[in-house]
């Protein structure tokens, strides 16, 4: 997910989500190209309104709970769970 490789975690819950989008939000430009963090990311101009939507999305569109523990595996039987995914198994 976006959101968790951006802040490099493996996994949090919407509280932690939402304070890391929060603390990336309030930097200027100027910290964000110094944090080794987000120097090597070619996305970083992009990682607080995707951060923030996706956040948003989970809490407000699928309601998932803001305190329960999402983990963010890299591969599931050898395939990366982004969003499409992620759709797929929700209208299961």
Same mark, same amino acid.
């Given at each position: 997910?976006?959101?968790?490789? =951006?802040?490099?975690?493996?996994?949090?819950?919407?509280?932690?989500?939402?304070?890391?989008?929060?603390?990336?939000? =309030?930097?200027?430009?100027?910290?964000?190209?110094?944090?080794?963090?987000?120097?090597?990311?070619?996305?970083?101009?992009?990682?607080?309104?995707?951060?923030?939507? =996706?956040?948003?999305?989970?809490?407000?569109?699928?309601?998932?709970?803001?305190?329960?523990?999402?983990?963010?595996?890299?591969?599931? =039987?050898?395939?990366?769970?982004?969003?499409?995914?992620?759709?797929?198994?929700?209208?299961?």
């Amino acid at each position: 997910m976006y959101v968790a490789q =951006s802040f490099h975690l493996d996994q949090a819950n919407i509280t932690t989500l939402l304070n890391d989008s929060y603390d990336f939000c =309030s930097k200027n430009w100027t910290e964000v190209i110094t944090d080794p963090k987000y120097k090597s990311n070619p996305y970083a101009f992009s990682v607080c309104f995707a951060d923030l939507y =996706s956040t948003i999305l989970l809490k407000n569109g699928y309601k998932i709970p803001t305190d329960l523990n999402i983990e963010y595996p890299n591969k599931i =039987s050898g395939v990366e769970p982004g969003w499409t995914l992620a759709g797929v198994f929700y209208q299961i």
